[in-house]
């Protein structure tokens, strides 16, 4: 039983990871947070919003908006 709840957490994880790279997420130039929308309010100011990869944006060291995260 411990051994088929390993697997599946190991499944569980691996799809989990496949999920987040392909998941497009949105920033700005020399921002330092990542938004899940572009119509995020804190986004309303900007006039430049680039749609990346979660992936991109985990390796560039960008954190998660609180507002629409």
């Known amino acids: 039983m411990k051994k088929m709840l390993a697997c599946g957490a190991l499944v569980f994880a691996v799809v ?27 986004l309303s100011q900007s006039d430049i919003v680039n749609e990346i990869t979660l992936e991109q944006a985990v390796a560039g060291k960008l954190e998660p908006c609180k507002v629409c995260h």
Request: charged content about 10%.
């Open 16 to 42: 989990a990871a496949v999920f987040a790279v392909s998941q497009t997420v949105y920033c700005v130039p020399n921002g330092k947070k990542y938004h899940s929308t572009p119509h995020c309010r804190t």
